[in-house]
């Protein structure tokens, strides 16, 4: 039976989906947790110092595969293996990490998806900047133990220099810094929020829309989770889609594929989201199609 270790930096609770996702992946290349697969699941539990530990640890079961759910995880599992096939799912530009030498041909054992993220971050702004169009301030929140941080503030501070507003910049790395961001939301005087991808907030979407609506902040994320739990937009690529080709790409691999072989995917999906009840509560008004 083959084994195959998944390396996630949150908990199985918070990270269940993505797995949902990944196991129907494998299920549609042949593979069926249980009956001819086992999977070795390792959750950082948001404790991303613990990645390299349990990759290594991986690496000592010696598993098949390693699969990683964001980019610290990937790079956790890249620095622990030069010889395991890793496929990774990842929002950073996989070649400027490191991970791969090209897209389409990426080189030693490591191959994945790679999603939109830092490219729909600009969107994320414009249209909040749509919705809210007399506001002069917004402000962005990113999780600094993430490497996507600092590309996202780049692209967020081009973007709203362009537009002529102000960017306040926030950081959030534990679920204490919610309460500490949305109180100085106010004090700064912000109007909307835009927050940064990071698998730590996507697995807080519920907690972080709960505070976008009792602190009254129109707030835009990346995932459909985020809309569904009352917050206002998101915009992003399909995360369910992303983790189910990363599954297909550990089938093919457990079936004699080699990583090297396998082109980095794009994923194409992006969709945009908005919650009618929440805007109508915030008094916004907003377009009547693409939304749910």
């Not at 010696?62 to 620095?79: E, F, G, H, R």
């Not at 506001?135 to 692209?155: F, I, K, S, T």
């Amino acid at each position: 039976m083959s084994v195959i270790g998944f390396l996630a930096p949150g908990s199985e609770k918070s990270d269940e989906y993505r797995a949902m996702s990944f196991r129907q992946g494998l299920n549609e290349a042949g593979f069926v947790e249980g009956q001819n697969l086992t999977i070795e699941y390792r959750w950082a539990e948001d404790q991303y110092d613990r990645l390299p530990t349990l990759a290594a640890d991986l690496v000592r079961r010696q598993v098949a595969v390693i699969v990683t759910t964001s980019t610290p995880a990937a790079l956790a599992a890249q620095a622990a293996t030069t010889t395991i096939p890793i496929v990774f799912e990842s929002a950073t530009d996989p070649v400027k990490l490191g991970l791969v030498a090209s897209l389409n041909r990426p080189g030693r054992n490591v191959t994945g998806v790679t999603q939109s993220a830092a490219e729909v971050l600009p969107k994320r702004l414009q249209l909040l900047h749509e919705v809210l169009p007399t506001a002069r301030v917004l402000a962005l929140l990113v999780n600094p133990a993430d490497p996507q941080a600092d590309p996202q503030e780049r692209e967020a501070r081009a973007v709203v220099t362009n537009l002529g507003l102000e960017l306040q910049v926030l950081t959030a790395t534990t679920e204490r810094d919610f309460e500490i961001v949305f109180a100085k939301l106010a004090e700064l005087r912000v109007s909307g929020l835009v927050i940064g991808g990071s698998a730590f907030f996507t697995s807080r979407s519920h907690q972080l829309a709960n505070l976008a609506i009792q602190h009254a902040v129109p707030a835009v994320y990346q995932s459909r989770q985020f809309v569904a739990a009352g917050g206002l937009m998101s915009y992003g690529s399909s995360i369910t889609e992303t983790h189910r080709l990363v599954g297909l790409y550990a089938g093919r691999i457990l079936k004699g594929e080699k990583p090297s072989d396998l082109p980095v995917q794009q994923s194409a999906k992006v969709e945009l989201i908005i919650n009618l009840k929440t805007a109508k509560a915030l008094g916004i008004n907003m377009p009547s199609c693409g939304h749910r």
